[in-house]
């Protein structure tokens, strides 16, 4: 079993580009997960999906959108990338509210 | 609002030392507290507290849980240079369909030989 595997694992942006990080899960997980970490700030949740099909905000949603199509994809989506979104981004998936298992993290540049 | 603070932010010891890592919680609905261990990439699991008084031990590593006053406590016993890595606790609750972990800024812990 991979677990959690993300990709790209490095990028770089120009202001205003667009991107798409790609979560994948072998674990036949319910729950995905998008969160940010930043200096300072520990881990921050972005956007998290309950189920196939469903999404719902975390705390900090702006400026990103996703997309749970699959069970086991879970897709975080940047429409126009900004500095401030500079950071390492890590997927998670659980079973349901308790032990989450993470990626490998996905280190973000925007210039 | 929900939050969780750990202390020290960072800590230095020498090989061989025991530490202790706190966690304190406010979080509506309390349903587990949850302890990661953060090298250089990804958090990995420790131990997931759900009750209060229950110790929860993996080799030299233990952890507590006292609901009453909203705090955890993280053990390390016999410190070796392979524990330096960031410690990481999180609060889960029971409310609305959210499962995500209301994560603390987490304590940096350096062993030195």
């Known amino acids: 079993n991979a677990g959690v595997t993300q990709t790209p694992k490095f990028r770089v942006l120009k202001t205003g580009q667009s991107m798409t990080l790609l979560c994948a899960q072998d674990?036949?997980?319910?729950?995905m997960y998008w969160y940010r970490q930043d200096p300072g700030m520990g881990l921050r949740l972005i956007h998290y999906s309950v189920g196939e099909g469903t999404t719902a905000k975390g705390e900090v949603p702006d400026g990103y959108n996703v997309s749970r199509l699959k069970k086991q994809n879970f897709l975080l989506g940047l429409e126009s990338a900004a500095p401030s979104q500079t950071s390492v981004y890590f997927c998670a998936s659980s079973y349901f509210r308790d032990e989450q298992f993470f990626g490998p993290g996905t280190r973000l540049t925007v210039l | 609002e929900d939050k969780v603070v750990q202390s020290p932010l960072s800590l230095v010891v020498h090989e061989g030392d025991t530490v202790t890592l706190n966690c304190s919680y406010e979080?509506?609905?309390?349903?587990?507290l949850l302890w990661y261990k953060q090298e250089k990439k990804a958090p990995t699991f420790l131990f997931m507290l759900t009750s209060s008084g229950i110790e929860k031990k993996s080799g030299r590593l233990s952890s507590i849980l006292d609901k009453k006053e909203l705090f955890s406590i993280l053990n390390i016993t016999a410190t070796q240079t392979g524990d330096s890595a960031v410690y990481l606790c999180?609060?889960?609750?029971?409310?609305?369909?959210?499962?995500?972990?209301?994560f603390g800024k987490g304590t940096k812990l350096s062993v030195k030989p």
């Open positions: 674990m036949n997980h319910e729950y």
């Open positions: 979080v509506t609905n309390f349903r587990s």
């Open positions: 999180a609060g889960t609750n029971y409310g609305g369909s959210q499962g995500n972990l209301i």
